[in-house]
């Protein structure tokens, strides 16, 4: 079992972005962020449920299969599940649609506890719970039964795992662009890469693809 | 003639490290900072005067050598000359030692003007002037006959070339180490991509090399 990260963030190492609006509640940023992750095959089957065989199959598409790869649990923050959209309506299921792509159980992170898990026919379910990092980790490697462990966002979520020294694979897509606000991944992340083999590879798109192992 | 930018940093955009001390004057981290760089067969000819033909030879070397091809002429800030470590000693003739490895014209930003140019034996000269990027460039240009001209450092000064639009070639080696702190090259950077084509290339020694052209 492995406890693993996906993020894309961009050159100057930011993971979110700042130019979202009321008519644009994505932002361009964010586009520009993903671009190459949201063109990959894998993407379009997996996320957007396009069976057309369409978008790209080359090296970001190797890391997107690997990011579905193997996968037995999640963690992610309540941030990304989308509990600060509708906090207090008891009907609202997240903002992964029908069908979130996760297809496994995930752990979302909240201080809003007791809060009743949700389940969708595609074998996404989500629980709630508030814990620390490891106390999360344990949950969810039982749940994972022997798979990887993912943790998947936010930044912040992400950071809390790593200073603690709970991630054995850490992948970045990195976007040629410089962002200049935002989170940053790498903040209080000083000597990460001490136990870790840093290794990068540059795809098609001019996404650089990192991946510390350890 | 293109204007021409080369710099180490961190995986986090650090170009300056922070852990000097009295008994380790560059520190423990400048070391891990210029590692693969200083490796190169270029540097120990170039720079250490090291004939013996040792060092490596591969992705960094190449742009090592590419680092030195074709400059006519250089652009530093008094820091990377050494101008303030004795300020007020005429006969300081910077800490490149006796044999400085830009066998050019260097002109070095100062407001400490007028200041007496300083001339070594292997071509290089070192000339002093309180100007605007624009209008060193203009000097250094000039000087450079054709050739590039190279903006040296340190990066604050690279960022004042940048921001204003001055530079056609950017190129920094990634060090894949987190540094936390420091002078960060991206900072106010934000958008810089727009107008060049940037591409990467990662070394054997797990340098990420990145191209910004236009």
């Known amino acids: 079992m492995s406890v693993r990260v996906d993020l894309n ?3 100057d190492g930011y993971a979110t972005t700042t130019d979202q609006t009321p008519e644009n509640p994505f932002g361009d940023d ?5 671009e190459a992750y949201v063109a990959t095959r894998t993407f379009r089957e997996r ?8 978008g790209t199959t080359g090296v970001d598409d190797a890391h997107a299969q690997a990011y579905f790869a193997d996968v037995g649990a999640e963690i992610m923050g309540a ?4 509990l600060h959209n509708f906090p207090d309506d008891p ?3 997240g ?3 029908d069908e979130p792509p996760f297809r496994i159980p995930v752990f979302v992170l909240t201080r809003r506890v007791p809060h009743p898990s949700i389940e969708f026919d595609n074998g996404t379910t989500f629980h709630f719970l508030s814990a620390t990092p490891r106390e999360a980790l344990a949950r969810a490697a039982e749940a994972a039964d022997g798979r990887d462990v993912r943790i998947g966002g936010g930044p912040t979520v992400v950071r809390d795992f790593l200073r603690e020294g709970l991630v054995d694979h850490l ?4 976007a040629p662009i410089l962002l200049g606000r935002g989170i940053n991944l790498w903040e209080g ?3 990460l890469e001490s136990g870790y083999d840093v290794t990068a590879e540059t795809a098609e798109s001019g996404t650089i693809h990192l991946s510390w192992r350890r």
Chains 1, 2 share one sequence.
């Open 79 to 82: 941030g990304m599940f989308g």
């Open 91 to 93: 009907d609202w299921r």
């Open 47 to 54: 996320v957007l449920h396009d069976a057309s065989g369409e």
């Open 171 to 174: 992948h970045v897509g990195i």
């Open 95 to 97: 903002w992964w649609g």
């Open 30 to 34: 964010w586009s520009r962020l993903v």
């Open 189 to 191: 992340l000083r000597g």
């Open 9 to 11: 963030i961009s050159l």
